[in-house]
């Protein structure tokens, strides 16, 4: 007959060999706490959110006629105009043409008045 004590340090193991899994256990624990804190602070406090996409749009320019005509092809989702750097014309819809001289930049506008330049030196 067999000793009930040999069988259960064969089950649980040691005094010692029992402390390792509650020490990595709450070590764990920890760090998922803090990381979830982390993230539920970054959402509360609106991280980023101050940061806004550059602004997006398709032109074809014609680089054969002088002043270039540039016509607008696409609108990104928050571009208001496309414009030229030396002023002048601009698009605010698909098909629109306006005209930019040699050396300028056509620029993508957004509504709050941030550029973005979409082609530079043409």
């Keep these: 007959m067999t000793d ?3 069988i259960q340090r064969k ?3 040691t005094a010692d060999e029992r402390a390792v899994s509650p020490v990595v256990g709450v070590i764990l624990m920890v760090a998922i706490t803090v990381i979830l ?3 539920i602070a ?4 609106d991280v980023g959110e101050n940061q806004r996409a550059p602004g997006r749009a398709g032109v074809t320019i014609n680089e054969s006629a002088s002043p270039h005509e540039v016509t607008l092809t696409s609108l990104g989702d928050n571009t208001d105009t496309v414009t030229c750097s030396a002023g002048g014309g601009q698009a605010s819809s698909v098909g629109d043409t306006f005209d930019c001289p040699d050396g300028e930049s056509v620029i993508a506008v957004t509504g709050d008045g941030s ?3 979409i082609r530079s030196d043409i």
């Design 115 to 117: 550029e973005t330049v």
């Design 42 to 45: 970054a959402f509360l406090m």
């Design 11 to 13: 089950l649980v193991g």
């Design 4 to 6: 009930g004590k040999a």
């Design 37 to 39: 804190a982390a993230v």
